[in-house]
């Protein structure tokens, strides 16, 4: 997280600041550019008579309102974007000729669009779900689109895949439920039916599917690209992105919670980070893979989607680091409109023969035929590259720009034989030698669904394992066919016969016999549980206050926080403000009625207001962080709150994120500071909990 650094004006942005145009000036006038006279009357014949045709401004107006709505995305339809810039640590011009990794002096201008993939436009931010992770690099050579998403791997091995595993996972056909869920029977019968969706489905079962921010999740391109320096060596890579935040998640009862209460929760979240400066910012790391090495894997095929290649075998190499400094200007016209495609790339940077990736290069440039309506789409605003456009396409539907002469071909004298390919200078694709006969058929080399399933497994956690299993319980439980229950928990116990077990034992299906060995292999680097710990920036802690708190105490707590980075918001009964206890009047944030404690990452009972511990929503406010493994605090009279709620204080129970004072002392502050940086206590016994 880059803080309060100002914010810099990239080439894109002095592209779009063209485009821009204030709503509130001037006069108001037609499309026509014709000045109105009002707008608040259509003309009409007499007061109280019909409405005339002629009234072009009503029908103007109406029209342009009937036709507001583009298509939302068949696939990712929510999400929320970001401008931003990205910088190459070092020049890796030993891999690549992509000018933007070769200059660390450049700044290249990007935006990014995070997304939810299930749910519409419309839909809640926090499902279990994965999340989209879109960058459109604006480079000197052209756009690069890095199209990828939170987690590393893929549902599906093949494209022709995609439409079967989208129609089973999003509502279903004849009632259109559920919104925003996969907890149902066609998603879970597929998944039952395609046992290459197994690796895949064990991280949407895992945190990873609940991101606490989108500042705090991981990005991955996915496939294995490739990269291409000025020698044509071409080296395989895979992308990813790091958040300086660490990568942390809600839990789902949270998660399910926040949907109710703030449906904009992880789009305000990055609202207003980047609003108050503290800019997120991610590292981009490289598994590079020399061409000869590519068959090096026993078990991986590095064209195989479904794949990661742990890190303990090729290590992630940091190289850049990606910053979100600027909101969007217009919702619709940036983030709504912006197309990704994924058969955008640079010179130095190349595709495989992943046979995912080949379906996507065709799907992402049509889709935005429908989507925005034609042909012209690249010309919009905010994916137009920085790059100089000159070619002979032409017209179509929306066509913005008015080329000028009469030589719209290539081949040509009249027009000085411009503008010329590029030749070696432009995009050449890698001369990889292909050969083998035209067939509908899967490489042997795809075949294992379930070494890499397993790996996940035991590399988690504890508390990671069991958030697992609840996952599971809870979507087969959702799952009407209990054929589809039996199948899944088939393929778990082929995973791991203890997690088949336990899921069995949650959805009503019988214990299966153990029929694979674990092959007892794990990678650190997959569990949250080894991620960053170390800021408290843009962490949310609510302090619970009424009339009495301790005036000083709160003051110093506030100061403290709020130093660090961190949102502190004062929640009283009602709104207005409340006398604390040395007399002076204090501005309260926040009603607590119109929030709850989903909304933040803490939450502190000072001394001084013993009536709080009475308050119903207080106590279950309290509880209810406690609930989800948050940092719970309480001084003096605060702590009878705490066991109003059933919270078991520090004596009974070892608990760093239960932090329990009878007097107000400058330990309070570091312990609680240490608690919220450590994100949850995820091993908290938090069964008895009533909230
Ligand atoms: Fe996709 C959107 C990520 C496989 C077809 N996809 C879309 C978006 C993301 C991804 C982040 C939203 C982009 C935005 O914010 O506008 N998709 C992935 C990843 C995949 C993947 C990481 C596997 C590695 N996708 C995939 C396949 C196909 C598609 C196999 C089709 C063959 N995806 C689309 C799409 C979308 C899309 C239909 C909908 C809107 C859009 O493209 O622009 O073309």
């Not at 970001?82 to 200059?103: C, I, S």
Request: charged share 25%; hydrophobic share 40%.
């Amino acid at each position: 997280m880059e803080r309060g650094s100002p914010k810099r004006m990239t080439a894109k942005d002095r592209q779009l600041a063209a485009s821009r145009r204030p709503f509130n000036e001037g006069v108001l006038t037609t499309d026509q550019g014709i000045p109105v006279e009002e707008t608040d009357n259509s003309l009409r014949a007499g007061a109280r008579g019909p409405t005339l045709l002629e009234d072009f401004h009503l029908r103007e107006k109406i029209m342009r309102f009937d036709h507001e709505r583009v298509p939302e995305r068949v696939v990712h339809a929510r999400g929320s974007g970001a401008h931003g810039f990205f910088k190459v640590y070092e020049p890796l011009d030993e891999y690549t000729t992509a000018d933007f990794l070769t200059d660390p002096d450049a700044e290249t201008p990007v935006f990014v669009r995070f997304s939810t993939v299930q749910g519409s436009r419309g839909s809640t931010d926090t499902p279990r779900d994965v999340r989209g992770f879109a960058t459109k690099f604006y480079t000197r050579q052209g756009n690069f689109d890095l199209v990828g998403n939170n987690m590393p791997v893929f549902f599906i091995q093949d494209g022709i895949k995609f439409p079967d595993l989208v129609h089973a996972l999003k509502p279903e056909p004849h009632h259109e439920m559920p919104q925003a869920a996969s907890a149902h029977d066609t998603f879970w019968d597929f998944v039952s039916l395609q046992p290459e969706t197994m690796h895949h489905v064990m991280w949407l079962m895992s945190d990873r599917a609940l991101p606490r921010s989108f500042r705090m999740m991981q990005g991955f391109g996915v496939h294995t690209f490739r990269l291409v320096n000025a020698h044509g060596r071409s080296t395989f890579v895979k992308f990813h992105w790091t958040p300086s935040l660490g990568t942390h998640s809600l839990v789902f009862d949270e998660a399910q919670l926040i949907s109710g209460r703030d449906p904009d929760f992880n789009r305000r979240d990055l609202w207003e980070a980047i609003d108050s400066g503290q800019f997120p910012s991610w590292e981009l790391g490289l598994q590079l893979i020399p061409q000869e090495q590519a068959y090096q894997f026993d078990d991986i095929d590095i064209l195989d989607p479904t794949k990661i290649i742990p890190e303990e075998l090729v290590p992630v190499t940091p190289v850049g680091r990606l910053t979100l400094n600027r909101n969007p200007s217009n919702f619709f016209a940036e983030t709504e409109q912006v197309a990704f495609c994924v058969g955008n790339v640079v010179p130095g940077i190349d595709f495989t023969n992943d046979p995912l990736m080949q379906a996507r290069l065709f799907s992402y440039l049509d889709t935005q035929l429908t989507r925005l309506g034609g042909p012209n789409f690249p010309q919009l605003p905010i994916n137009r590259p920085i790059a100089a456009v000159r070619n002979h396409q032409q017209d179509g539907f929306h066509q913005h720009e008015t080329p000028v002469g009469q030589a719209n071909y290539f081949p040509n004298s009249l027009g000085d034989d411009l503008p010329k390919p590029a030749g070696a200078a432009g995009f050449v694709h890698f001369p990889e030698a292909v050969d083998g006969p035209k067939e509908r058929k899967r490489s042997e080399t795809f075949a294992d669904h379930y070494t890499q399933a397993t790996l996940f497994w035991n590399s988690m956690s504890g508390w990671e394992r069991e958030h697992i299993i609840s996952a599971y319980r809870f979507e087969l439980g959702k799952v009407r066919a209990m054929p589809i229950r039996v199948r899944v928990v088939e393929h778990l116990n082929r995973i791991d016969h203890d997690l088949a077990v336990a899921v069995a034992h949650g959805v009503g299906v019988e214990e299966p016999v153990k029929s694979a060995d674990n092959h007892g292999r794990s990678s650190p680097a997959l569990s949250q549980a080894n991620t960053a710990r170390d800021s408290i920036i843009s962490r949310r802690v609510a302090v619970l206050v009424a009339d009495g708190v301790d005036a000083h105490a709160l003051a110093a707590l506030r100061d403290k926080l709020t130093e660090r980075g961190a949102v502190v918001e004062l929640l009283a009964p009602v709104d207005g403000r409340i006398t604390t206890s040395d007399g002076v009047s204090m501005d309260v944030d926040r009603a607590l009625p119109t929030m709850a404690s989903v909304l933040y990452d803490a939450v502190i009972v000072p001394d001084g207001a013993p009536d709080l511990a009475t308050d119903g929503q207080a106590v279950h406010f309290a509880a209810e962080a406690f609930k989800h493994g948050k940092t719970v605090c309480a001084v003096g009279s605060g702590l009878a709150l705490l066991q109003r709620g059933q919270i078991p204080l520090p004596t009974a129970l070892a608990d760093p994120a239960l932090i329990a004072h009878d007097a107000w002392s400058d330990t309070f502050v570091s312990e609680l500071v240490a608690s919220l940086a450590r994100h949850r206590n995820f091993d908290r016994d938090v069964a008895a909990i009533p909230a």
